[in-house]
Every structure is written in C-alpha cells, then in structure tokens.
C-alpha cells in the first residue's frame, strides 16, 4: 500500500522530507496577498517560506495570535511614539517651522 501511495508523490519531494525534519504546508491565500508579499520578501532578500516560518515561530512563541478591526503598533513602537508625543506636548525636540526650502537647507546644515 505505502508503494502504491509514493507513485503519485514526485521523487524530488519524497529525498527532500526524508532528508530533513521540514513539513511541507499547503495554505490559502489570495493572489494579490500572495504576490504582495512574495515583492516583499524579495525585497529584502529572504525567500518567502522564511516569512512564513518567522510568523509561525512568533505565534509559538508568544502563544498569542492578535486580531483586529484596528491596526495596532508593536509594544516597542508605540514606546517610541508615546516619548514622541511627551517631548511635543513638552515643547522639547520640536523642530522649527520652515516657509522657504533655503531655511530648510541653512537649519540642516548649520546642526
């Protein structure tokens, strides 16, 4: 029966499960997700199953799937954001108001 079963599988998928501890996934996703993210994992130089292990190994790792009807910013994101918005409401760090692309140019080279 196993050798029944191994005919209709291509050989090059059975020396490639017997030669690692790799699973193979068959997911769903639409076709612009798919090809959205495919540009962007060749973007930044990692094939796309990379992208796939990552998030399953966050979701084993924090045990935790997030779902929204709002996007939410990362915890270390919304840190920065909140220092961000204390040094505006604080009047630090603010830069100056520009009218003319030349004032812009004089403040960024005078720091």
């Not at 191994?6 to 193979?24: G, H, V, W």
């Not at 090809?35 to 979701?59: C, R």
């Not at 760090?93 to 140019?105: C, G, P």
């Amino acid at each position: 029966m196993a050798l029944e079963l191994t005919i209709n599988i291509p050989m090059y998928i059975l020396r490639y499960m017997n030669a690692t501890d790799k699973a193979i996934i068959n997911i769903k996703v639409s076709k612009a997700l798919k090809h959205e993210a495919q540009e962007l994992a060749d973007e930044i130089g990692v094939p796309l199953t990379t992208v796939i292990s990552a998030g399953l190994k966050e979701f084993v790792r924090s045990r935790s799937l997030t779902v929204s009807a709002f996007p939410r910013l990362r915890p270390e994101i919304e840190r920065e954001l909140g220092g961000a918005i204390a040094d505006y409401r604080g009047g630090r760090k603010i830069s100056k108001t520009f009218i003319e692309s030349s004032a812009i140019a004089d403040h960024l080279n005078s720091l």
